[in-house]
């Protein structure tokens, strides 16, 4: 249901659940496991997230589930797509999704948790829960409005608006349109530009960046942004990367 690919310091998931690439109780922790096992490896800088086919990155969960009105089944998904997607968004790798095609409920809160995402022209992004009488229980309510603002994470969980990728790259919701086909390829080059820099500078970083989000104090966050600039000096990366740039060769980072 969820296949991985490592090449190098880049690891390629796929949601794999024909037809529409939905999330299952099961597969959302096989998601959270597979994250865990990245984070673990120091050796993967980079993560790409897409969808199987060229229709679908991923329509959500299957209605089907809510069908009864179980909320013992509910409460557990809830839980199961709140960590996934928590631990997607927390992983220590940079997590790029290559939407493919329509991503929606679910399927969008996936793509809200990486840090960047890529989308196709045909790309179409959705949160129609309370269409359905639910809501997004994956964090689509807090991530959203942190990207588009709070006017467009209403229109589009409040009135149902669908986005399609030119709207969505114009509200922020992502980084670059591509034509069809080309978002694994575009986003596996920002991969391989990450996969370029410092591994610990870049997990500050991108720790730091959250600070925001979280509602750290500023004082509090540029304080800690001072002190990780110091850790690194604990670090042999830090070193090589001056070295190799004074020198005008590549650098060779050993994730230390």
């Known amino acids: 249901m969820i296949d991985c690919k490592i090449d190098g310091h880049i690891a390629l998931v796929t949601l794999n659940n024909p037809s529409a690439n939905t999330?299952?109780?099961?597969?959302?922790?096989?998601?959270?496991?597979?994250?865990g096992a990245l984070d673990r490896n120091l050796d993967v800088y980079a993560v790409v997230v897409t969808g199987q086919g060229e229709k679908f990155f991923s329509a959500g969960a299957d209605l089907k589930t809510f069908a009864t009105g179980d909320?013992?089944?509910?409460?557990?998904?809830?839980?199961?797509?709140?960590?996934a997607f928590e631990a997607l968004q927390e992983a220590r790798p940079v997590?790029?999704?290559a939407i493919n095609g329509y991503a929606m409920g679910g399927g969008l809160e996936c793509a809200l948790a990486c840090d960047l995402r890529i989308a196709e022209e045909h790309a179409q992004m959705a949160l129609p829960e309370p269409s359905v009488g639910l809501l997004p229980a994956g964090c689509g309510t807090q991530t959203l409005p942190w990207l588009v603002g709070e006017g467009w994470a209403k229109r589009m969980i409040l009135t149902n608006e669908r986005v399609d990728a030119e709207t969505a790259l114009r509200i922020g919701l992502v980084e670059q349109v591509v034509a069809r086909g080309q978002s694994v390829?575009?986003?596996?080059?920002?991969?391989?530009?990450?996969?370029?820099?410092?591994?610990?500078?870049?997990?500050?970083?991108?720790?730091?960046?959250?600070?925001?989000?979280?509602?750290?104090?500023r004082a509090a966050a540029l304080a800690l942004e001072r002190e990780r600039f110091i850790d690194?000096?604990?670090?042999?990366?830090q070193l090589e990367?001056?070295?190799?740039?004074?020198?005008?060769?590549?650098p060779v980072w050993k994730n230390a």
Request: glycine share 8%.
């Open 23 to 35: 999330f299952t109780a099961e597969g959302l922790l096989q998601l959270e496991t597979l994250i």
């Open 71 to 83: 909320k013992v089944r509910a409460r557990l998904m809830a839980q199961r797509f709140g960590a």
């Open 95 to 97: 997590v790029i999704a």
């Open 185 to 217: 390829p575009t986003a596996m080059n920002l991969a391989q530009r990450v996969s370029g820099l410092s591994p610990r500078a870049v997990t500050f970083s991108k720790n730091l960046i959250h600070q925001a989000r979280q509602g750290t104090p």
């Open 232 to 237: 690194l000096f604990d670090g042999e990366d």
């Open 241 to 250: 990367g001056v070295n190799a740039f004074l020198d005008k060769r590549k």
